[in-house]
């Protein structure tokens, strides 16, 4: 898939379909993680896969929208710092699981604590986000359309709301 039409037809993908993700697949999507660019290539993250079902339980009850991590066939925590380069390893595997019509979602914490808890993380480690993933419940063709068309569909600010010349 051309990478602006992933980028403009990506949407949250909530509802998934019992469909498994194929090993290959899921290794490709945190590999795609492992390869994002980080500040003096510290890479500092890790994953954690949520494939116990007594850790995926206390890990959706501490997200804002617990039916994500429910229904997912893939969750994957990163842990580390929040930011741009923890941003950057998270769009990389969102994109890379849409090129493969996998959808995803990424999750808020509402409880912090519980979800560093669910995870056996140890002190001073922090969570910096949770992924959801799965192929999605309703169908969705993202070659149906131009990126253009997908952009200009998007519940987006327009570009000249935001850009300026200073």
Same mark, same amino acid.
């Given at each position: 898939? *051309?990478?602006?039409? !992933?980028?403009?037809?990506?949407?949250?993908? %909530? *509802?998934?379909? =019992?469909?498994?993700?194929?090993?290959?697949?899921?290794? %490709?999507?945190?590999? =795609?993680?492992?390869?994002?660019? #980080? =500040?003096?290539?510290?890479?500092?993250?890790?994953?954690?896969?949520?494939?116990?079902? #007594?850790?995926?339980?206390?890990?959706?009850? /501490?997200?804002?929208?617990?039916?994500?991590?429910? +229904?997912?066939?893939?969750?994957? !925590?990163?842990?580390?710092? #929040?930011?741009?380069?923890?941003? %950057?390893? !998270?769009?990389?595997?969102?994109?890379? =699981?849409?090129?493969?019509?996998? +959808?995803?979602?990424?999750?808020?914490?509402?409880?912090?604590? /519980?979800?560093?808890?669910?995870?056996?993380?140890?002190?001073?480690?922090?969570?910096?986000?949770?992924?959801?993933?799965?192929?999605?419940?309703?169908?969705?063709?993202?070659? %149906?359309?131009?990126?253009?068309?997908? #952009? /200009? +569909?998007?519940?987006?600010?327009?570009?000249?709301?935001?850009?300026?010349?200073?």
């Amino acid at each position: 898939m *051309d990478t602006f039409l !992933a980028i403009a037809s990506r949407r949250e993908t %909530r *509802d998934y379909s =019992a469909r498994p993700i194929p090993d290959e697949i899921v290794r %490709r999507i945190l590999d =795609a993680g492992r390869l994002a660019g #980080s =500040a003096k290539n510290r890479q500092p993250w890790r994953f954690l896969l949520g494939e116990d079902d #007594s850790a995926r339980a206390r890990l959706a009850e /501490a997200v804002f929208e617990p039916t994500n991590v429910q +229904g997912a066939r893939l969750v994957v !925590a990163i842990v580390g710092r #929040s930011g741009l380069d923890t941003g %950057r390893c !998270a769009q990389n595997m969102l994109l890379t =699981a849409w090129d493969a019509g996998v +959808g995803s979602c990424p999750n808020g914490q509402r409880d912090p604590e /519980a979800a560093r808890a669910a995870l056996g993380l140890a002190d001073g480690e922090e969570l910096a986000i949770v992924l959801t993933f799965g192929y999605p419940a309703h169908e969705r063709h993202p070659e %149906r359309r131009t990126a253009e068309e997908w #952009s /200009a +569909g998007a519940d987006r600010k327009l570009l000249d709301e935001l850009v300026s010349s200073v």
